[in-house]
């Protein structure tokens, strides 16, 4: 398809267990965005790739956080020793744009549900 | 002080009502997102806009940079309408996003 596709669309973890989820950007697009998103709120900046590099991490909230881009297309965000608190929904966006443009339109998936038991 | 501020938090209006969002934000410099985000947790972006007024079909945002304001009106409102709508200007050297807290619109028929 022609969006940004994440998978899976549903996660149930056990507390303590590593996750990982996906996410397929628009081809082409060079910026990668993930966004943490709780219950009732409106979603919070994870991490920023620009291709392959991971150029702002300020947002991952713990080092159980890691987030991975390896050839600048798919990017995988992995939580290790899942805790309660993780229970979210990730959002991955991606945007064409490969300077500091503030006009750039984001593409959202439509999400992974993490529930962490 | 919130980064960014919405309002109303929830909205609920009959079929056919003009509806008006708005949004403060004290973040950003240049530019906003007005995004929609149906339940199920899907998030569409309806507008970007750096200036004036933006048209599409039923949907009006304008902006204020100077004041960092902006609205969104729905007009002639229908119940595919409900959503949460979100604005979201971004922010920094990467144009991450801060997002308010979204706006619930319930359209009654």
């Known amino acids: 398809g022609a969006g940004v596709s994440q998978s899976p669309r549903y996660k149930v973890a056990k507390r303590g267990q590593d996750v990982a989820l996906r996410c397929d950007p628009i081809s082409g697009h060079v910026s990668l965005f993930w966004y943490q998103q709780a219950l009732g709120q409106g979603p919070e900046f994870l991490t920023y790739f620009q291709n392959e590099a991971q150029l702002d991490k300020s947002g991952l909230p713990s080092d159980r956080f890691f987030a991975e881009r390896p050839e600048g297309s798919v990017s995988t965000l992995k939580i290790q020793r899942t805790q309660q608190e993780d229970s979210a929904v990730y959002l991955c966006?991606?945007?064409?744009?490969?300077?500091?443009?503030?006009?750039?339109?984001?593409?959202f998936g439509d999400g992974t549900r993490l529930s962490i038991l | 002080k919130n980064e960014v501020e919405q309002s109303p938090q929830n909205l609920t209006a009959q079929e056919g009502e003009f509806i008006t969002i708005n949004c403060s934000y004290s973040?950003?410099?240049?530019?906003l997102h007005w995004l929609q985000q149906h339940p199920g947790g899907g998030i569409v972006s309806l507008f970007m806009l750096s200036s004036g007024k933006k048209k599409h079909g039923r949907l009006i945002a304008t902006i204020n940079i100077q004041e960092k304001h902006s609205s969104l009106h729905i007009t002639a409102s229908h119940p595919r309408d409900s959503a949460v709508y979100i604005c979201a200007p971004p922010v920094g050297y990467n144009n991450d996003m801060r997002f308010g807290a979204g706006t619930r619109l319930t359209v009654k028929p």
């Open positions: 973040v950003g410099i240049s530019a």
């Open positions: 966006a991606s945007s064409l744009g490969r300077t500091a443009v503030q006009d750039q339109p984001q593409h």
